[in-house]
């Protein structure tokens, strides 16, 4: 079936530096990939996404980028806080399909003072 | 957001027994979600609903059913629960329009422990 990989498993940053998390997807069809914050015990929380017309997307420290040909996009997080600390996951959605919907196995970053 | 709220919070049950996980939104949104949470394996997407009266499976649907009589509930029922069924569950909900038009809002979770 479909699936979506996600890299690495965990992550561990200096303050300040930046951190990379990697989504690999397998069905060509998707055609819009949001990225979830997921702190200890708390929900989901929407904190970027992007579409497949556009291959990079910013807001403030976090930057989304996306490689159809390759069918993979990364998260960018630059200068990154203690706040950040938290579960990363990423999804590849079918715009016009609610049954298909395939998250990543999730990132552990973590942000060391 | 206090707008889609899940109870039980936390449940401890048996295995073999039926159990009703609930999810209720007050923004009357068309689309919403139950998703599983495991290590390992992220959130994976058990049943959705369109609108009242209309859900469909999702990734992982097998020992689930829904229903969707109100646009503002959809009750989640394990009716013989199993092991394999402990997880988080987190429903979800958005409003109108194509996947990407709007985000979902993910409800609190409900943790569920079957022994």
């Known amino acids: 079936g479909e699936n979506v990989e996600q890299h690495p498993s965990t992550l561990s940053v200096q303050e300040g530096d930046s951190a990379v998390i990697k989504c690999t997807y397998s069905d060509s069809a998707s055609n819009y990939f949001p990225w979830y914050k997921q702190e200890l015990g708390k929900r989901p929380q929407l904190i970027i996404d992007?579409?497949?017309?556009?291959g990079e997307k910013k807001d403030q420290r976090i930057a989304v980028t996306l490689n159809k040909t390759a069918k993979h996009f990364s998260l960018h997080i630059t200068e990154t806080q203690p706040e950040d600390s938290a579960v990363y996951f990423c999804?590849?959605?079918?715009?016009?399909?609610?049954?298909?919907?395939?998250f990543g196995s999730g990132t552990r970053l973590s942000i060391r003072p | 957001d206090a707008g889609i709220t899940q109870s039980p919070r936390y449940k401890i049950t048996e295995t073999g027994r039926q159990v009703t996980l609930m999810c209720h939104q007050t923004?009357?949104?068309?689309?919403m979600f139950w998703y599983r949470q495991d290590l390992g394996h992220g959130l994976r997407l058990i049943y959705y609903s369109a609108a009242a009266d209309i859900t469909d499976k999702g990734e992982v649907p097998d020992g689930y059913v829904v229903s969707r009589s109100k646009t503002e509930n959809f009750p989640l029922t394990l009716e013989s629960a199993t092991r394999s069924q402990t997880s988080v569950y987190f429903c979800a909900s958005k409003g109108q329009g194509g996947l990407g038009d709007q985000p979902q809002h993910f409800g609190d979770g409900t943790r569920l422990s079957i022994l």
């Open positions: 992007i579409r497949s017309n556009v």
């Open positions: 999804a590849a959605i079918l715009y016009s399909s609610a049954s298909k919907i395939i």
């Open positions: 923004w009357s949104h068309s689309y």
